[in-house]
């Protein structure tokens, strides 16, 4: 009977040539019949049960043991492992490797089944393919007995390498080496240069699963520390911290751990006396650790590192707080839910929180979670934003904070509508229509020039109604009329950008019409009828403002109630001479290239309305643009009525700004229009004139472009002033307003006038065109002399001194001491207490001090013989003795110059407690006395003298300015107090520009300290933010030295406030001047030049890096100055598909701006068309389309 039963048939077949030695495996008690039967019976009861269930996969059953194959292997133990539950054979799919060896006592307990015998069996009978066949052959071991001929292969092919047998040329155990490597060096080798990888290849991919890669500083995880509590930097004392003990309490039953305590002398004297006793330390020099280390003893064990535990903590206290924040800010608006200051904390408390939301956890890559983070915080933002409009209805900030939420999450369709919806429950609220009219010009789904023009004549007329008291639903809000003039002031500049100049030049005309030369029988009553009155006389063809023979509504109005119609005026034969010149002057120029010189050719000089002529007999079917006829329909729902005099001055003066005039008088009553505006690059390139230290600053650039000037911005504009007719028409406006206005008024419209004046001649001085120079001095010579010869402008020193300043410009010295020696002997005798005469002896002591500098004489400015005969402090001295002036005869008494100081020291503190007092009633006085006085002072004792004038007068006047602004918050609706701030706040600047100027013109003539520049000009921006010329004297300061690294920082301090966009256009401006002088440097290629810089890498990165931070801002992202400069950096870089994505991305936020596209057809020509398509589908103003361009290139 053999071993096995089961088997004993096929045992016995070889059992007679076997050895007689091996009987002992037969088991004679055992019969095979019976075997037999008892198997037969399970094959069949296995058939019944599985009939319906055979799987015929070879896979599953490649493992199991052949009946063959157990018999050959049942010494080596080789069994499969299968499932003991039917359960987990049918729900879990498993994957079995074949050939898996189990180890030799689980052999004889492994139990086999006939169903497994049954399906190895239906295998068996199962023919082989040869492929089969070969991979049985070759990929399984057998022993020789088993091998029935020559033909199956004496070889099989190991398809699993053992390195093993490659390394030690065996496969016994006994011959592989096992060992554990301690250390990675290896003898004979350089450690600094070579080493030896020990690792396994297997085990390289374990290491780089395992080990985490170190963090950078920009990781979610380093966010998160950042955001957490910061830990101490100096630990509180082993007491305790005493602000939280009072006075009777005990000290600390224990240290904090963290603190280690400096010893005190008399422990370290008792420690060094304790170690001297010793024979390590004879001298007891050594401190109580070395004496120990020296006797071969060591320190109590150190304090494990816990830095991990700290960040922990760190982390986890920046968590809890915000836990408690959020609920605090949950119990505030639960128990008062109309708290709106509570709902608005609430509300922004979401974008904090949303920080913390993309932290590492979570699948994904960061930016996937970052975006997943960032709408839900929206969502929840969103949630918290309509709990807290439930509550409140009636809160017009809770509504906005609404909007602002859903702008990412709704449709552009749905949210329009909401806006619609919100503006028609809340139309009296000025702040609300702000926004209204930013999401409309600001959204490009939705934009189109005439969507956006429509919906501010429907802001300016609701609101026009609610002031009136028509609409009786809402009543009008305090400061309802300055608001409506920010308003009417946008819509010009949008349209004036859009390419709508003669819309925007009708609004003007329309409105200085309607309140300038308003009937006396229409003034009282409503807004609605004032404008029915008006149509009529603006479709009657006669001339309006700046027009010739212009004579105004009323005057037109008294005609018709008299009966009988005016005569027009006749015109001038040669007005349109211009429009015969060709306008495509080079014919082999491409086609894109001629297009935007036609576009900027008639944006420059077709900026008026065009009017028939009548005495021509022309109509309005003569027009060959139609476009350039304005309809009353176009302006007619944006007339309002303004009733206060400053109002209407501040229209006048927005007028002159929109036409290019410089504007002393503020324009607008708050900030909020400044990124809309901001649109001229020369805000920028208008740099501080080096041969002019002092006086540059007059008039500086309000960073507006004038009509006509919308062209591209890579190319410069060669024009001085405006066209032929736009200069005409300028000189129409300024005599037909002036005699309306009041005497200060009148001189203010003046002073404005012959500020341009000298801005032209300015103009043609940076040229170095000395025809050009020439003829335009002769026109503002002569037109200065004309207002000066009036009555009322004879005594006016403010005129007197821009007509010796425009006589120095052109070089005529002797002319310009002339005037101004003049001038004083007008008004000398009054002394100190007069501004305009301060101001004008302040601009002629500068002007003689550049011209001693330049001369050469007294390059240290400093006290003594030099100051003695200056010019300057002759004028200074006799301006406080207020005495009759004499001209310079070449000495200045000394007694005088100390009595002036006497003079000049009480005026100023008279001047500075008045305005302390409340009693100060007139602008820009405090700005000239102590520019006097600080001038007086530098040049007659020094810089230090000066430097302590100009700061003591800074400090004190913005003290004031800071308590007139809590005024203003308290008393919202206090107009005078805003006006005073305003005024404050124009002091403080200009004292700024005056103390910075003279800092750096006396540090570049003489050794002095340049810490006292640096601190002025950093104190005043950190105040004024806003003001461009002090930008320019920093950036020019930090840029000679080359210190980027204290610009960068204080720019990045600055920019944090976020409340203005002007700190980031200095920044990238600052940044690509040191980018142009590294260009420069690099491809200088001379062998033995000296470099004035190093190389410096990473600055386009940098100032890519500072544009998408501005345009990330709300105030970045509207202005069209930021896009366009980032948009012409990109191309300047050679990334042009870059570029076209930074220009797509600008009209999501800039839509409107015409300049813009303007700039994508110069730098992507190729995309040409596709951009006037665009502009045509956008509304904008296409003057020359390009079927015109090619008729006038075939002509």
Known sequence: MALFPAFHGTSTVKRDS???????????????????????????????????????????????????????????????KRKKKEKKKKHKKHKRKGGERSDSHDSDSETVYPSDLLRKEQEAQRPKTPAEVEVDRQGKFRWLDDLVSAADGFFCLDRKADPANWQYKSLYRGDIARYKRKGNSSLGL????????????????????????????????????????????????????????????????????????LPSEESEGRAAKGAGSSGVNPLGVYDAGTALWLEGKGHAPAQPDQGPEKKKQGVEGAEARLTARVEELNRRVRENPTDTQGWLEFIRFQDELALWGAMPGGGGSEAERHRVSTRG??????????????????????????????????????????????????????????????????????????????????CLSTLAACADGTMLSHPPLPGVEEDMLDIFLQQCHFLRQTGHSEKAVCLFQGLLDFTFFKPDTVKELPTRQQVDFFEPFWDSGEPRVGEKGARGWKSWMTQQERGGWLVPS????????????????????????????????????????????????????????????????????????????????????????????????????????????????????????????????????????????????????????????????????????????????RALLHLSWLQYEKLKVLRCVHSHNKKRLRAQGKRSKRLAKCLLKEPDNRGR???????????????????????????????????????????LCLLYAQL????????????????????????????????????????????????????????????VEVCLAGLEAGRA?????????????????????????????????????????????????????????????????????????????????????????????????????????????????YVQTEARYHSAGRARRFFHSVMKGGHSVVPYLFAVWAEQGRKELLDSVQRSGGQGETLPTLPE???????????????????????????????????????????????YKALQNVPWAKGLYMDAVLLFPDSVTEFLDLMTEKELRLRAPMEEVEILMED
């Open 18 to 80: 076997s050895s007689k030695e091996l009987d002992w495996l037969s088991n004679q008690s055992f019969r095979s019949g019976d075997a037999l039967a008892l198997h037969d019976i399970a094959l069949e009861k296995a058939k019944e049960a599985e009939k319906g269930e055979r799987k015929e996969s070879s896979d599953k059953s490649c493992g199991r043991i052949s009946g063959e194959e157990s018999e050959g292997e049942s010494g080596s133990g080789r069994h499969k």
């Open 190 to 261: 350089d450690p600094r240069k070579q080493a030896v990888s020990w690792d396994e290849p297997g085990q390289e991919n374990k290491k780089q699963r395992t080990e985490r890669r170190p963090e950078r500083y920009f990781s979610s995880q380093a966010r998160q520390l950042l955001r957490a509590d910061a830990l101490p930097a100096r630990p509180p004392p082993p007491g305790g911290d005493a602000a939280t003990q009072g006075p009777n309490a005990g000290p600390s039953p224990s240290p904090s751990a963290n603190f280690i305590q």
């Open 377 to 458: 915080a929206l969502e929840k933002k969103l949630a918290v934003a309509e709990r807290a409009v439930q509550s409140n209805p009636g809160c017009v900030e809770l509504q906005l904070e609404r909007l602002a939420a859903c702008g990412e999450l709704w449709e552009p369709a749905a949210l329009l509508k909401e806006w619609k919806k919100l503006v028609f429950l809340h139309p009296n609220s000025a702040p609300l229509w702000r926004r209204y009219l930013r999401f409309c010009q600001g959204h490009f789904g939705t934009f189109s020039a005439a969507k956006a023009g429509a919906a501010y004549g429907k």
């Open 570 to 745: 006749e015109t001038d034969e040669d007005e349109d001479e211009e429009g015969d010149d060709e306008e495509v002057k080079d014919k082999t120029l491409p086609k894109w290239r001629i297009w935007l010189d036609v576009e900027s050719s008639r944006e420059a000089n077709h900026w008026l309305p065009w009017r028939p002529d009548k005495s021509k007999g022309q109509s309005e079917e003569d027009c060959e643009d139609p476009e350039r006829q304005v309809l009353f329909d176009d302006i007619g729902p944006s007339m309002i009525r303004l009733t206060r005099p400053d109002l209407q001055l501040r229209l006048l003066c927005g007028f002159l700004q929109f036409l290019g005039l410089p504007v002393s008088a503020p324009t607008y009553s708050s900030r909020h229009l400044e990124s809309l505006l901001l649109d001229d690059l020369a805000l920028l390139q208008e740099r501080p004139d080096p041969e002019r230290p002092l006086t540059s600053f007059h008039p500086p650039s309000a960073g507006v472009a004038p009509v006509g000037r919308a062209g591209v911005l890579v190319e410069p504009c060669k024009q001085v002033g405006l066209c032929k007719a736009g200069e005409e028409f300028v000189h129409n406006v300024l005599q037909q307003i002036s005699p309306l206005l009041a005497l200060q008024d």
């Open 797 to 839: 020193l403010d005129l007197w001194r821009e007509y010796a300043h425009l006589e120095w410009l052109l070089g005529n010295l002797e002319e310009a001491r002339k005037v101004f020696d003049t001038a004083l002997g007008l008004g000398v005798a009054r002394g100190l207490k007069d501004p305009a005469l301060c101001h």
């Open 848 to 907: 003689e001090t550049e011209e001693a500098w330049r001369a050469g004489e007294g390059r240290s400015s400093g006290a003594g013989t030099a100051a003695a005969a200056s010019p300057a402090v002759h004028v200074l001295t006799k301006l406080a003795e207020e005495a009759t002036y004499a001209p310079f005869s070449g000495q200045v008494a000394p007694v005088a110059v100390l009595k002036a100081r006497k003079s000049y020291e009480q005026a």
């Open 921 to 1033: 009633k007139k602008g820009q006085h405090l700005a000239g006395l102590v520019g006097c006085y600080a001038l007086f002072q530098y040049l007659t004792m020094g810089m230090d003298a000066a430097n302590t004038v100009y700061r003591q007068a800074r400090e004190r006047l913005q003290l004031q300015a800071s308590i007139t602004q809590q005024k203003i918050v308290v008393n919202s609706s206090s107009t005078n107090a805003n006006n005073v701030s305003i005024a404050m706040a124009a002091d403080c600047e200009a004292l700024a520009v005056q103390h910075a100027a003279l800092l750096r013109h006396h540090t570049s003539t003489s050794v002095f300290p340049l810490v006292h520049l640096r601190e002025a000009l950093t104190a005043a921006l950190t105040c004024s933010p806003t003001s461009a010329p002090l930008w320019h004297l």
């Open 1097 to 1143: 890498n990473g600055l386009s990165n940098r100032i890519r890096s500072l544009f998408e931070v501005a345009t990330g801002t709300e105030v970045g992202a509207q202005c069209p100055l930021l896009w366009r400069m980032y948009l012409k950096f990109m191309a300047s870089e050679g990334n042009m598909e870059r570029a076209k994505g930074i220009f």
